[in-house]
């Protein structure tokens, strides 16, 4: 009998270990699915897309196994990894990295969706925590992807194994991770935990006392500002192709004759348009772009190469040669981003910024604006063979550095005029002016300040005397909030307690007296608070009818007969 008591006990001891384990089972189940499942769907798209252009090719070369091989190959260089070219005409494998950035979209979206929603799921609790669905969907995305490697490796385009392994899980990881936090509501303590791992010095700039506020409004600031950038380049190339339309049509033309090979040019060129805009913020920033090893095309001087493919996009290159005027008016892009970013960060100033604070908000958002299209540079740009071709696009760290200088040049002074512009409307002279129109004279002749200009601070009476502040008793008491305002020093002198309404305070020599009501008050305190600006006071003309009825002379009273006593 002992026996079984003792098993029972070692049966009751384990229970919890196998709930948990059957708990935790179905939402990570469920989490590499939804990574597999997203992966499968992204592979799906692209051989759907790579079949569909195969069968309507009136010349293929290869057959739908060489198809789905290409299919697959595609679907890695979406996610930036770089493939190698095996069939060329000298026979030295050429490598092919460009990353289409309107390719690398259908991947993004694909694992951001499968992570929120295992994240957050109908049933209550959600299937899967947090960490959970994350790694899942990682997992089971990155299995998926390894399997497609592998099968992309025995044909024409082969993926660069380092490229692959590098590409493939930072871009699950990072689209994963942003798709569990939005399932959680796009919670701020996510981010401190990422803030933290941050060297010592730069921690304590990020997660100072109001540092926070300050990094977020400098990130929605370079999000306007980066897609100013990128919006402005779409709209110079656009301008470019308009310009040099001809060679564009004959490029487009030249490349294909049936409407198959036309349809799969145009989507190529649908695909790299979010590049060719990345490129034109190179240009208009000053750096340029890279067109071909040792030629440079920038604003000054423009020396594309010689010997380029006929392609559409590449058609819209400036001429060799110096700039004119025309070329430097792309100028205004950067100025315009500039503008936008001063006026995001000079709006969401608080009253209490300091320039040099609404200074460095701009500086913030210039280096993650910088950042932002230096990692876009990378992604726009990279080898499309060896020799001439070893180098398209343009160069991230200048790209970088120059959108820092234009972003910060312009926006610092745009900033702290827009914060100057809104504290003159705020209050400024004119809340100054109102504070000195609401002084009042005792009766005595000594003079009481209900209120003070904004920014000038209460008044403080002596430290070595008791305040005491002398308030006519039957005046209206405009001066401790006014009509249908609260009385904001009951609220701050609640201990004072209760006025003595029966004092009297002298006013002359002649032995003359007059009801008071005397408010004991402490040395460092102020009877009155802040004034209420003028913009905010829904009811200034009551105020004003209150204050010119205070300001009216008292009524003496009746002297008693002395003659009759």
Same mark, same amino acid.
């Given at each position: ?9 070692? =049966? ?7 709930? !948990? ?26 051989? #759907? ?43 030295? $494998? ?32 959600? $299937? ?16 998926? @992807? ?38 959680? @509501? ?33 990130? =929605? ?6 897609a100013v950038l990128v919006g402005g380049g779409a709209a110079v190339l656009g301008v470019s192709l308009v310009v040099h339309g001809e060679a564009t049509r004959g490029s487009f033309l030249q490349l294909t004759e049936g409407w198959s090979g036309r349809f799969a040019v145009l989507l190529l060129c649908l695909a790299l348009v979010p590049n060719a805009a ?17 030629? #440079? ?25 110096? @700039? ?78 120059? #959108? ?21 409307? !705020? ?30 601070? $209460? ?80 009811? =200034?003309?009551? =105020? ?17 007969d002395r003659a009759a006593d």
């Amino acid at each position: 009998m002992a026996g079984v008591i003792e098993m029972t006990a070692r =049966r009751t001891s384990l229970s919890p270990l196998f709930t !948990r384990l059957r708990d935790r089972t179905p939402g990570l189940a469920a989490s590499l699915l939804g990574g597999a499942v997203a992966a499968g769907l992204g592979l799906g798209s692209f051989a #759907v897309l790579v079949t569909v252009l195969w069968i309507s090719s009136p010349y293929p070369d290869s057959g739908p196994g060489g198809a789905l091989h290409v299919a697959a190959a595609l679907w890695l260089l979406a996610h930036g990894a770089e493939l190698v070219r095996t069939d060329t005409l000298s026979g030295v $494998p050429a490598p092919v990295g460009v990353t289409p950035l309107l390719l690398l979209a259908l991947p993004l979206w694909l694992v951001h969706r499968a992570a929120r929603d295992v994240a957050s799921g109908d049933e209550a609790p959600p $299937p899967a925590s947090g960490r959970t669905a994350w790694a899942g969907v990682v997992l089971g995305y990155l299995a998926v @992807g390894a399997a497609a490697a592998l099968y992309a490796s025995g044909g024409v385009l082969r993926p660069s194994w380092a490229w692959v392994c590098g590409c493939l899980p930072v871009v699950a990881t990072v689209a994963a991770g942003a798709g569990v936090w939005t399932a959680y @509501g796009r919670p701020g303590d996510a981010l401190d935990g990422v803030l933290v791992l941050l060297p010592a010095g730069l921690r304590r700039l990020v997660l100072g006392a109001d540092a926070r506020a300050r990094l977020g409004v400098a990130a =929605r600031a370079a999000g306007a500002g980066a897609a100013v950038l990128v919006g402005g380049g779409a709209a110079v190339l656009g301008v470019s192709l308009v310009v040099h339309g001809e060679a564009t049509r004959g490029s487009f033309l030249q490349l294909t004759e049936g409407w198959s090979g036309r349809f799969a040019v145009l989507l190529l060129c649908l695909a790299l348009v979010p590049n060719a805009a990345v490129w034109a913020v190179g240009y208009a920033t000053g750096p340029g772009f890279v067109l071909g090893a040792g030629h #440079v095309v920038a604003p000054l001087s423009s020396d594309p190469a010689p010997l380029l493919p006929p392609f559409p996009l590449l058609a819209a290159v400036p001429d060799a040669g110096a @700039g004119g005027t025309v070329h430097w008016v792309v100028a205004g892009v950067p100025v315009v981003a500039g503008v936008v970013v001063g006026w995001f960060v000079g709006r969401a100033a608080d009253a209490d910024w300091s320039r040099g604070r609404t200074a460095g908000t701009v500086c913030w958002a210039a280096a993650l604006c910088a950042g932002a299209l230096a990692g876009l540079a990378v992604l726009a740009g990279g080898p499309l063979g060896v020799g001439t071709l070893a180098g398209f696009g343009p160069v991230w760290w200048q790209v970088g550095g120059a #959108v820092a200088v234009w972003i910060a040049g312009v926006g610092v002074p745009v900033a702290l005029g827009v914060g100057g512009w809104r504290g003159r409307t !705020r209050g400024g002279a004119r809340a100054w002016v109102r504070g000195l129109l609401t002084w009042r004279k005792a009766a005595d002749g000594t003079t009481t300040t209900p209120g003070a200009a904004p920014g000038s601070g $209460p008044v403080k009476p002596s430290d070595t005397q008791a305040a005491r502040v002398v308030v006519p008793s039957g005046a209206p008491d405009h001066t401790l909030g006014g009509p249908g305002q609260e009385d904001a020093h009951a609220r701050e002198h609640a201990d004072a307690g209760p006025l003595e309404e029966d004092a009297y305070a002298p006013t002359d020599q002649d032995d003359t007296y007059e009801p008071y009501a005397v408010l004991p008050l402490e040395p460092s305190a102020s009877p009155f608070p802040e004034p209420t600006p003028w913009y905010e006071d829904a009811s =200034r003309e009551s =105020r004003w009818a209150a204050l010119k009825e205070a300001s009216a002379p008292l009524e003496e009273p009746e002297k008693p007969d002395r003659a009759a006593d």
